[in-house]
């Protein structure tokens, strides 16, 4: 799935505008074709054997929040307590996360949150590139169903499969078009900012960027059900940090491989 073509002003795209594959919301049918779709999706990673990671886990952890979300939060992979509870962030850094939100007035349930893979590693240990690679598939698929405006990477995991080429510490809190009226932000993980005040300034500093984001996600949507433009004098998504899509180190959407070419930074 390339979605690194449109030369579009993400926000802006109107749903016409969009792929025909690309579902508009204006319908209850649609509505509720998601809803059926998301759950069968979720059934079917709770029963997943793809990988060795279906051999040391509790609970798969599929993802939770709206399926109508316009920002999704795609982290590593469950850590104890979500593979305890079978949901994801729920442990200390869910906790942080939530907090976090929560002080920007934007509250959990309001958005979708899910992971690269959806089983615990043992250990916590890194996932593996086959791991990752087996479980793509479901991440692609939610963000499909979920069509979020707005995808925010926490941790260098999920960093790459839409910064393949990112380091974290260079390109946290960017907003980047990748296409179909979407952007995506790279933001340390909130285990990393638990750990380091400097990563965990960055991090709240960065999440600061998300409610007008989203006011301006919303808003592009409710034009783009009307079939309407934009409004005129809606600011523009992340300035000044913006990259139009196109220019140099613009990201794939969702490569398939992991990138070994991405820095490693301990950072996540
Ligand atoms: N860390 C993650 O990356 N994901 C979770 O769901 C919990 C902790
Ligand atoms: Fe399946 Fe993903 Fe779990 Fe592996 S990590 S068993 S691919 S759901």
């Not at 079978?86 to 442990?91: E, K, L």
């Given at each position: 799935m390339d979605e690194s073509a449109s030369q579009e002003e993400p926000l802006d795209t109107p749903a016409d505008g969009r792929d025909t594959d690309d579902r508009e919301r204006d319908g209850r049918d649609d509505e509720q074709d998601v809803i059926e779709q998301m759950h069968a999706l979720e059934a079917e990673v709770r029963r997943c054997q793809r990988c060795r990671l279906a051999r040391t886990r509790t609970h798969a952890v599929p993802g939770e929040g709206d399926?109508?979300?316009?920002v999704m939060f795609v982290g590593e992979g469950p850590g104890y307590e979500e593979d305890r509870q079978?949901?994801?962030?729920?442990?200390r850094s869910g906790q942080f996360l939530t907090e976090t939100l929560a002080r920007l007035g934007i509250r959990r349930e309001e958005v979708y949150i899910t992971n690269v893979v959806k089983c615990r590693p043992p250990e916590n240990r890194d996932p593996q590139p086959d791991e990752l690679e087996a479980c793509a598939d479901y991440l692609e698929r939610q963000v499909a169903l979920i069509n979020p405006r707005i995808i925010v990477t926490l941790g260098r995991f999920s960093m790459r499969r839409w910064f393949p080429n990112g380091t974290i510490t260079k390109i946290h809190g960017q907003v980047r078009n990748i296409g179909r009226g979407r952007v995506a932000m790279a933001m340390f993980h909130p285990a990393a900012a638990l750990r380091n005040p400097r990563w965990r300034e960055a991090f709240e500093k960065d999440m600061q960027k998300l409610p007008p984001l989203i006011e301006r996600a919303r808003k592009a949507n409710a034009a783009a059900r009307r079939g309407e433009a934009l409004p005129a004098g809606v600011p523009h998504p992340g300035d000044p940090d913006y990259e139009p899509a196109g220019q140099a180190g613009h990201p794939a959407e969702m490569p398939t491989e992991n990138d070994e070419s991405a820095s490693a930074t301990s950072a996540q």
């Open positions: 399926y109508r979300a316009v079978g949901r994801p962030f729920v442990g």
